[in-house]
């Protein structure tokens, strides 16, 4: 569907084995309601992988990308709860990056999602230029329900934070990302060789591999601000 605002923060991670339980129970519980509780920030999501990896995948809709870099947003990440301290120390592949909302757009929700990592082969008014292209057929396929371009913003700055020292190292960032979401699985398999493959992608993107920065992943758990009790 339409995002509900101009910024996003999209994260990929791992779980260790011994605490997926506990992240899951946590995530759904706590931390997600947590977050959507912060001023500015309108909704968040949960994932799970189909295909691909890391095995979650979860992004937080935000009036602006500025939300992200708040000092109420700042000050949650500076006091974790306990429940926090005890499931994100065991954190795996982290991938964390503030994002602009840079195009696309769509109507409903679906029940998959793709996430589609691309850094740019010229500069940003020509990268946008052929992604146009790639945006424009993948939401005429069937079953998409939306398609939208993040233009990644690194992850928030140098400085630590009390939760970014429990994940331990530093967390990768991406330069842009491609969310494909649809009603279904397999047309959207098939957008994806069609209008995202790698040949598709060629002289846009640089280095893309559909095997390591293509992931589809299966909803499990959304909550938006107004949904709050």
């Known amino acids: 569907m339409a995002l509900a605002g101009k910024g996003v923060l999209a994260i990929w991670n791992g779980i260790a084995a011994e605490a ?7 995530h759904m519980r706590e931390h997600i309601p947590e977050r959507v509780g912060v001023p500015g920030f309108l909704r968040g999501r949960r994932y799970v992988a189909e295909r691909g990896a890391p095995k979650y995948f979860n992004f937080y809709e935000t009036e602006t990308p500025e939300t992200l870099t708040a000092p109420a947003y700042l000050a949650r990440l500076n006091a974790p709860s306990d429940w ?3 499931v994100v120390r065991h954190f795996l592949d982290t991938s964390r990056t503030i994002c602009t909302v840079a195009a696309g757009g769509g109507l ?5 999602i793709a996430t589609v990592r691309l850094s740019a ?3 940003r008014a020509a990268f946008l230029h052929g992604m146009e292209e790639v945006i424009g057929a993948l939401s005429e396929a069937p079953s998409i329900v939306a398609v939208h371009l993040l233009e990644g913003r690194g992850g928030g700055g140098s400085g630590q934070t009390a939760e970014k020292e429990l994940r331990g190292g530093p967390d990768e960032t991406v330069d842009w990302v491609l ?3 649809a009603a279904d699985l397999a047309p959207l398999d098939a957008a994806l060789d069609r209008h995202a493959s790698a040949q598709a992608l060629d002289g846009i993107a640089a280095g893309f591999e559909p095997a390591r920065d293509c992931g589809i992943y299966r909803f499990q758990f959304g909550l938006a601000s107004n ?3």
Not at 20 to 26: G, H, I, K, L, Q
């Open 20 to 26: 997926e339980a506990d992240f899951v129970a946590w």
């Open 84 to 86: 926090t301290r005890r």
């Open 108 to 112: 409903g929700d679906g029940a998959f």
């Open 121 to 123: 082969t010229s500069d």
């Open 179 to 181: 969310l494909v979401e």
């Open 227 to 229: 949904q709050l009790a």
